[in-house]
């Protein structure tokens, strides 16, 4: 038994190395893959700092925080969905589960409409709206309400016991409450602000500065940390509440906790990239069937698979969009939604 323990631990650890393998392999395809179609040669030149003006403008300050928003954002929103699955023992769970992004949109919308470029300080003046518009104070508001939504949700589930079942409904009231709301600030916005608020609502890489970057690599750093050095309560709540908490693990705490640091990576990300569906619900299940759900390998392979698929929807996005790069968040739903529905009417998960 120990002798097959060991070979299966080796297979997971094989897995996990093939998989950054992977991704290091795709951050290089994505760096030199772009709509200004510039030549591998002039592209590695550029990102030495050599070449033309344009040309490391380009790498510099446009590619390498797009790839480092890839990884970072990718893994932080894959890893987010296994912990809240394994929370909430569903595996339809997802950042989205708990109406955590229809809050951030909820906040950026209110932040663009009403506040930068809408009814109450520019109205349809475009350049009054460039003048105001601070994508930090956006970002910043999204955030808020990211927040706000997951600790209005935790406050209710502690009013009744907090259950996974009381969670998902909850998240699926809350999320509702946001998209209400959002839709009538959109109704009441002026055309300029209306259409900046859809522009943000898309996922895109685009936007991502080396800022914006660090912001989101020290948050994902951080919870992921924390999500590795409780894997084995992770793996203990797997056996069901009782056994859980008689292997001494405090389960209504440590739900709490993770599901508030998955929420928090959730609302960073979204609060700067916009909305990213479908990541933190296909990596998961691609990492359980590869290599189980033992959280010491499941959560570095989340966070390796989760960087890959979004490295490859982005560059899908770039290769696609015949001279301008598409939304990231339209590609992850392209191949997430057809994932989903294969997931719900499986055989092995048809309860």
């Known amino acids: 038994m120990n002798e097959s323990l060991r070979r299966e631990n080796r297979r997971r650890m094989l897995a996990v190395a093939l998989l950054a393998v992977a991704v290091v392999v795709m951050a290089f395809v994505c760096l030199f893959a772009g709509s200004s179609r510039m030549p591998a040669g002039e592209a590695f030149a550029a990102l030495l700092g050599k070449g033309t003006e344009a040309s490391v403008r380009i790498m510099r300050g446009i590619r390498v925080p797009r790839v480092l ?3 970072i954002a990718g893994a932080g929103l894959s890893v987010s969905g296994l912990i809240m699955q394994t929370d909430l023992n569903n595996p339809m769970a997802s950042p989205s589960t708990l109406g955590v992004s229809n809050a951030a949109v909820f ?17 349809n003046n475009l350049t009054s709206y460039t003048a105001g518009a601070n ?19 935790l406050g209710l589930c502690r009013v009744r016991a907090f259950s996974p079942n009381v969670v998902v409904l909850a998240g699926i009231a809350i999320g509702s409450v946001w998209t209400a709301a959002t839709t009538i600030l959109q109704f009441y916005a002026t055309d300029v602000g209306l259409s900046a608020a859809v522009i943000w609502t898309f996922g895109d890489l685009g936007r991502a500065t080396y800022k914006t970057d660090m912001i989101m690599f020290v948050i994902v750093a951080v919870c992921a940390a924390v999500f590795a050095v409780l894997s084995w309560k992770f793996n203990a709540l797997l056996s069901g509440d009782e056994p859980a908490r008689s292997m001494g693990v405090n389960v209504s705490l440590l739900r709490s906790a993770s599901m508030l640091l998955a929420s928090v990576i959730t609302a ?16 998961p299940h691609v990492v359980k069937k590869l290599i189980g759900q033992d959280h010491r390998y499941s ?4 966070l390796l698979s989760g960087s890959l ?13 015949n001279g301008s790069a598409l939304p990231v968040g339209a590609i992850t739903s392209m191949l997430g939604a057809p994932f989903f529905i294969a997931v719900i009417f499986s055989r092995g998960d048809h309860r």
């Open 107 to 123: 906040g950026a919308n209110l932040s663009i409409i009403a506040f930068a470029g809408g009814f109450l300080s520019t109205g």
């Open 268 to 283: 960073v990300c979204v609060s700067f990239l916009g909305m990213i569906g479908f990541v933190g619900i296909i990596c």
């Open 309 to 321: 698929l979004l490295l490859l929807a982005d560059t899908l996005s770039r290769s696609m969009g």
């Open 69 to 71: 928003a890839a990884l």
């Open 135 to 153: 994508p930090y104070a956006t970002s910043l508001m999204a955030f808020i309400f990211s927040v706000l939504s997951i600790l209005l949700i």
């Open 299 to 302: 959560i570095p392979a989340s």
